[in-house]
Nanobody, 119 residues
Framework: QVRLEESGGGLVQAGGSLRLSCQASGSISRINVMGWYRQAPGKQREWVASISSGGSTNYADSVKGRFTISSDNAKNTYLQMNNLKPEDTAVYYC??????????????WGQGTHVTVSS
């Protein structure tokens, strides 16, 4: 099992910055991708950014150039969010994808951290 705990959310004015953290514990070996997702009120959860164990990163178009994902060997994953906009308001979730020796993938989610951006 992998346990994920997010932190760093809060209230910030438009144009401001926040840094989210995701701490992974438990059986973290064979985690090959860490990702951040978000869910705004009344909307479906959407992918924000991801980082592979090799360090490759990908971003949703809506956050490209403003958000940066980084990781310390999957134990700690961060999302630096700059130039925040009211539409970034959401609950942000961390996800770990683990692949076992048979190639079966497992996804683990944290409980989420709230981000509110005021205009």
């Amino acid at each position: 099992q992998v346990r994920l705990e997010e932190s760093g959310g809060g209230l910030v004015q438009a144009g401001g910055s926040l840094r989210l953290s995701c701490q992974a514990s438990g059986s973290i070996s064979r985690i090959n991708v860490m990702g951040w997702y978000r869910q705004a009120p009344g909307k479906q959860r959407e992918w924000v950014a991801s980082i592979s164990s090799g360090g490759s990163t990908n971003y949703a178009d809506s956050v490209k150039g403003r958000f940066t994902i980084s990781s310390d060997n999957a134990k700690n994953t961060y999302l630096q969010m700059n130039n925040l906009k009211p539409e970034d308001t959401a609950v942000y979730y961390c996800k770990a994808r683990k692949t076992d020796w048979e190639g079966v993938q497992y996804d683990y989610w944290g409980q989420g951290t709230h981000v509110t951006v005021s205009s």
